[in-house]
């Protein structure tokens, strides 16, 4: 017979749902809602089950997510979507737009230059 040692069972965590959810990178709050339990039933069970923590575990899980989207946005590049290429090339490539006015003195703008400059090569 199996002694009774109080308390409330503890309830499981949904690991596929928790891994989702981390993907998309919900708060550890948002998480626990979901789950139906408090933060840190959920914090406390990670620990249990030897995934360190909901930090350590959105850590590696997160990762997911940043790497799927990662995915999306050099795809719409490549497919020739110029605003993400121009952005992929600003974050990427530590590219810049150098900008040039010439103003007369009534304020009108004349002249404006816009050249887009490749950093330094590794």
């Keep these: 017979m199996i002694k009774n040692k109080g308390g409330r069972p503890t309830k499981p965590i949904d690991y596929t749902k928790l891994d989702a ?3 998309i ?4 709050e948002e998480c626990a809602a979901i789950l139906g339990v408090s ?3 959920l914090n406390n069970q990670l ?9 350590d575990y959105f850590k590696i899980k997160g990762s997911n997510g940043k790497m799927s989207l ?3 946005q050099y795809d719409q590049a490549m497919s020739g979507n110029a605003t ?7 974050q990427w490539l530590n590219q810049s737009e150098k ?6 003195s009534d304020n009108k703008i004349t002249n404006v230059k816009i050249e887009v400059i490749s950093a330094s090569k590794d």
């Design 47 to 55: 620990k249990r089950d030897g995934n360190g923590g909901f930090l």
């Design 39 to 41: 933060y840190e039933h």
């Design 21 to 23: 959810m981390c993907a």
């Design 99 to 104: 900008m040039e006015q010439d103003i007369k």
């Design 25 to 28: 990178h919900c708060t550890g």
């Design 70 to 72: 990662r995915r999306k």
């Design 84 to 90: 993400m290429l121009i952005w992929l090339g600003k």
